[in-house]
């Protein structure tokens, strides 16, 4: 029979005592849960012969594995229990396949890498062994699949890691969305496409880009105008020059004094230094970029701004012993792991090294996250 419908048979019984007796009934074996006698008691004459109708209806779920299933019915007289007797059967249930599968998270952000990773579910009765492929449109991400095979036990789930790069780096601008797909297949099946959205950060912030054009414009505007209105005091240096050389040189005849005073007058030295203004070195991109939670790549840790003073716990619940506390307001954490719902409505926890030394765990409410957990942070063991 297929899970999910129903199939019955009959049950003949016949009274050889020479008492009137009455007979109960009741299923047993695996498939006990899903099987009824109609009618519970049946009362018989010596010498008659009675029939019960057994219905099984087994599931359309994990639990009623495809197989031969044993059953029986223990029938118990009740002038004579001891005569009790268990007649036994077998139904076949047929095999089917049903699979879900989604990604966690649908949306993923990075410069070079995402992270998301896809949960399949066996909801069938049966093993199911498929395999996982990622494609888009135009190629421009090349995918890392690990398992890309997978074989689930009915009822059971696999979880399948992926890892997305892009193959172009955008260096400026604005993110990029990049859909994509990740195809489970199993033989005799159709594929089964589960979407999701790459968002590719570029390399530099827009506003770093923005921050380079106001500072440009700002000193071509400071040139222009130390060019025009800067103070001109190369005539008053040549007169001077000229008056202290032509006191201290002796007299000339009229025709070459003239040229005599003309080297005087156009000497170098006459023209001092004008010293340059020091240029502006300050800015808030440092602390832009350290306020930004982000994994890094060289150590798989996120470094994020969190609250200052803000408690680690033994455990990750708020009623779990205080380990020690973080009093500045940039840490780095190691991974995340579910607990007791924070006050920011999820159930993430961070676990990181806290000033003195021990270790705790962090509520998420704590950190200046844009979601929880943060895509790239592993989860802990």
């Not at 006990?32 to 359309?60: H, I, K, M, N, Q």
Request: with cysteine.
């Amino acid at each position: 029979m297929d899970p999910g419908g129903t199939a019955t048979t009959r049950l003949r019984l016949r009274n050889t005592g020479d008492v009137v007796d009455e007979y109960r009934f009741r299923p047993v074996g695996t498939l006990a849960p899903w099987t009824s006698v109609e009618p519970a008691t049946l009362r018989l004459y010596p010498g008659t012969t009675g029939t019960v109708e057994l219905t099984f209806s087994p599931p359309r779920t994990p639990d009623a594995a495809a197989g031969p299933h044993p059953y029986g019915v223990q029938i118990t007289p009740t002038e004579h229990p001891e005569a009790t007797t268990v007649p036994e059967g077998n139904v076949t249930v047929t095999p089917f396949t049903e699979i879900r599968a989604e990604l966690v998270p649908p949306t993923v952000r990075g410069r070079f890498r995402g992270r998301p990773r896809l949960a399949v579910d066996n909801l069938g009765n049966t093993k199911m062994t498929a395999s996982v492929s990622g494609s888009d449109n135009g190629s421009q991400l090349s995918y890392d699949i690990h398992p890309s095979n997978v074989q689930i036990e009915p009822g059971r789930a696999a979880f399948v890691k992926t890892v997305l790069k892009p193959r172009q780096i955008t260096w400026f601008g604005a993110s990029e969305d990049r859909p994509y797909t990740l195809g489970i297949t199993r033989s005799g099946d159709p594929q089964l496409d589960v979407d999701g959205t790459y968002v590719q950060k570029s390399f530099l912030p827009g506003w770093l880009a923005t921050l380079f054009g106001v500072l440009l414009a700002l000193a071509l505007t400071f040139v222009m105008l130390w060019i025009t209105y800067a103070p001109k005091v190369r005539s008053l240096a040549q007169e001077k020059q000229v008056t202290v050389v032509a006191s201290q040189l002796p007299e000339l005849p009229e025709d070459t004094s003239s040229e005599t005073a003309a080297p005087a007058g156009s000497g170098e030295a006459a023209e001092p230094d004008v010293p340059a203004e020091a240029e502006d070195s300050g800015g808030s991109g440092d602390s832009e970029a350290t306020a930004e939670c982000a994994v890094h790549e060289d150590d798989g840790r996120l470094y994020c701004s969190n609250t200052a003073d803000a408690t680690g716990y033994e455990d990750r619940s708020y009623d779990s012993a205080e380990r020690g506390r973080l009093e500045t307001d940039f840490s780095w954490f190691e991974c995340w792991g579910h607990g007791e719902q924070t006050e920011n409505g999820n159930d993430i926890w961070y676990w990181t090294k806290l000033d003195n030394g021990a270790w705790g765990n962090i509520a998420s409410s704590d950190l200046s996250t844009e979601e929880d957990p943060v895509p790239g942070l592993d989860e802990c063991s």
